[in-house]
């Protein structure tokens, strides 16, 4: 009798050939006439075979005769892709959005496309696009109690006339993306208004102009004044503590020529309602006129942010500031992990943007750990009305501060001078969890505080 095994191998793109699916033998007779020879087995023994995989099959006379040098035959066939066995609704990796459609809406492009079938489970996707030098990143998760078929998400921070190259996917391993392109072409003005009207207009916009850039102007030297007051008062102190200890270490503060005070992003969730809102100004006013930093904030700068646009204006700012300091809350984390609606199909505004800036800081910070860069620039701080878990995993990198229990180290870190060191101690006035309230904007920022955390007791807000 002869058997003659069948082994199937599978191709490995990598790593060759491996034989790892099994074996299977047909028995033949001893005495085999020449008719028996010239049949044709046939077998089928290999199921469940990978889709869309390359595979070699063997067929090997064993025991093998001593008269033959050609004793085995191999053939390599590939299977059928899971699209063309099952159907591309069939297939989480290979689906895709295949009807998009785009539409201006004023200033924003709207983008509509249908959804992954529920059974694939798929409820987060993406969007990139660009043009124009830029990039836009848009995450989209999908609402399970909306549209089951279609969602629609906005590109916003777009620059007029100019083209971009766009894609949506699903936000899986190896997800198959459909391109479009998008113009953002300018918006038909209003009928002009009467004689009567333009001419006041006229007469009165650029007294305005005027007006606010003399006030502008006025307010930019008054703060730049105070602001190195403060530090050169804050650099005398760092001196004296230095030169009193038993070491005699020098400490300074760091500046490129003249004196600078450190330049500072914060970023932060609109999400927590309007107490949070107001912790963020007084600290950002705290920090300004008690730690010497030049602090921008999206709140201070609502002209320039309409004027450039939400997303240049945070890309601008996050590659000019010396720090970034994302503000960690409920509502961030939420917005981050895809729960909150307005992330998705809400109105545009400057949230959106903020949302954007801070994956970019994400983006940032894993690309600097890959090259073994400083990571110093970016921080986070949560407050002690919140919890320190609410730090997104997306910012784990960054480091991280209590306030107001750490503000003495956030100032350290600011201005890069050790707060210790063999036989001294760096005491700066005010920069301390006891003495920042003493002024009036400490004072403010811990009733702000106060307010925020009655409001956190009371509970999450309706809709949140």
Known sequence: MWRVPLLLCQSLSLLGVSCSHGDHEVTLPRNCSLDCVLKVYRSNPFARLALGSQFAVTVVAVPVPELWTDFYRSLIFS??????????????????????????????????????????????????????????????????????????????????????????????????????????????????????????????????????????????????????????????????SSRSGVMHEEC?????????????????????????????????????QHLAVQVSLDMWEVLTLVEEGSMAWYCRKVQESDFVLVVCSRGLRQQLSGRSRSAVGAEPGEGEAALAAVYLVGEDLGRARAAGEDLSKFLTVTFEYSMEAQVPGLLALASHYCLMRDLPLLFSHLHRVALQSPGRRLHVELVSEETYAEVPAGAALLRAMGEAERERQRGPRPGT
């Open 79 to 240: 299977t059928r892709t899971c699209p063309e066995k099952n159907g591309l609704e069939q297939c989480q990796r290979d689906w895709y959005p295949r009807h998009v459609e785009v539409r201006q809406e004023g200033q924003v492009v709207a983008v509509t496309f249908n959804l992954a079938p529920p059974h694939l489970s798929i409820s987060h996707y993406f969007s990139w696009c660009y043009g124009g030098g830029m990039r836009n990143y848009t995450p989209i998760a999908a609402n399970p109690a909306g549209n089951r078929t279609h969602i629609t998400y906005r590109l916003l921070g777009l620059q007029l006339g100019t083209d971009y190259s766009c894609e949506v996917a699903a936000n899986v391993v190896d997800a198959v993306r459909t391109t479009f392109s998008v113009r953002l072409s300018k918006v038909n003005q209003e009928p002009p208004p009467s004689t009567a009207e333009t001419v006041v207009l006229a007469l009165l916009l650029p007294v305005a102009v005027l007006l606010v850039c003399v006030v502008l102007a006025v307010t930019t030297v008054l703060i730049r004044k105070k602001t190195e007051r403060r530090l050169r008062k804050l650099q005398e102190e760092a001196v004296k």
């Open 252 to 288: 300074r503060l760091v500046s490129s020529g003249a004196v600078r005070p450190p330049r500072l992003l914060i970023l932060y969730s609109s999400a927590d309602g309007p107490a949070h809102i107001g912790v963020i100004v007084h600290l950002a006013a705290f920090l300004r």
